[in-house]
């Protein structure tokens, strides 16, 4: 166990461990673009440099070791110059049109710009407008900071490499996109720091204007956490939550099978049949647990409780589904359960 100190204070360091993640370990804010915990770290934006005692040389804090007896600052007055001048060279070619940006408010190069005190100002975007179109994102290369996060992500994580360096080599490239092996997960959009990557929607929204709520995906039994975006009583957008059953990823049908939310055909109401063959009619909800009620509870008089059996249904919450399910067993007495979430 090494033993660092890091703006004046001494942190223990596990073997292995880098300056960033010793950082992270203890709470000590340092910017990243291309870093993920998931990843092997690249030190391709040099964002996160520290300044080390007895070092001329600033340190790229995700690739770099912590040793024992170092002395780290992540804040000195060379640091934080370092910092600027790489903000500035990333926003001499990029697309600052922050105000139509649907990732306005959500965007590390925004925030870090801000913490710099970087003036967008003086800069106009050089890069091309070149969009790569696919089913669910749009990759704009002139929002594209370089830090190669999705290609990585693509190859990496999701093992489909739709998204690869041109001619093979970096980011500064441009990137070549293949819809064919593209499995429409969205997973290179959620680790996009910038508007780059931006998953389609029916209508332009912000992250940022919307209110956010962590579930569980229902669409199988894997447990995926989600955080749904609602915006005006609307679900207008999903990503994955960094946890430990899905670490980050989702598949195309957690990050864009929420749309039946919003259907309108949906059904909002209870409905009916009085009679055998009969339309289905309106009713309100105290008639239909009235009719639950008596049919359910004829069937176990005559019956048992074994004689009923529940289907719950993947497109329920996963809280209505654990609702019917504990109905069926505590209260009917029937283990005959199931939900297409299971398959």
């Known amino acids: 166990m090494a033993k660092v100190t890091i703006n004046g204070q001494l942190y223990a ?6 300056i960033l993640q010793v950082c992270k ?16 770290p690249g030190g391709t934006c040099r964002i996160c440099v520290v300044e080390i005692a007895g070092d001329d040389k600033l340190r790229v804090s995700c690739a770099f070791e912590a040793k024992d007896g170092m002395v780290i600052d992540t804040n000195s007055a060379k640091v934080k110059a370092e910092r600027k001048s790489i903000l500035e060279n990333l926003l001499e070619g990029h697309n ?6 649907v990732e306005s408010g959500d965007c590390k190069l925004q925030e870090y710009a801000y913490d710099y005190e970087v003036d967008p100002k003086s800069f106009k975007a050089t890069n091309k407008n070149i969009v790569v179109e696919s089913v669910v994102f749009t990759l704009d290369e002139s929002k ?48 996009c720091p910038t508007g780059a990557l931006t998953s389609k929607t029916e209508e332009p929204i912000r992250k940022a204007d919307c209110t956010a709520t962590q579930t569980t995906c229902t669409y199988c039994g894997v447990g995926c956490q989600i955080m749904l975006y609602a915006k005006d009583n609307k679900v207008v957008y999903a990503e994955p ?16 099978g929420f749309h039946f939310i919003n ?16 339309e289905l009619r309106e009713a309100t909800w105290e008639e239909a647990y009235a009719l639950i009620k008596e049919k359910l509870g004829g069937i176990k008089e005559k019956h048992g409780g074994t004689a009923v059996g529940f289907f719950g249904s993947g497109k329920a919450s996963i809280e209505d589904n654990y609702m019917l399910q504990k109905f069926a067993r505590a209260v009917i007495g029937s283990n005959n359960i199931d939900c297409c979430a299971r398959l």
């Open 13 to 18: 360091a596990e073997a292995g461990q880098t």
């Open 25 to 40: 370990a203890n709470g000590i804010n340092v910017p990243t673009f291309c870093y993920d915990p998931r990843l092997k």
């Open 96 to 101: 600052t049109e922050c105000l139509t940006c």
């Open 144 to 191: 594209c900071i370089k830090c190669g996060l999705c290609v990585k992500t693509a190859a990496n994580l999701q093992h489909c490499d739709a998204l690869t360096f041109k001619n093979g080599k970096n980011a500064g490239d441009g990137f070549d996109f293949s819809q064919d092996k593209c499995v429409s997960c969205g997973n290179c959009v959620f680790v």
């Open 241 to 256: 939550k960094m946890d430990a059953v899905n670490n980050g990823l989702l598949c195309v049908k957690g990050r864009y």
């Open 263 to 278: 259907h309108a055909e949906r059904v909002k109401t209870p409905l009916i049949r009085d009679k055998k063959g009969g």
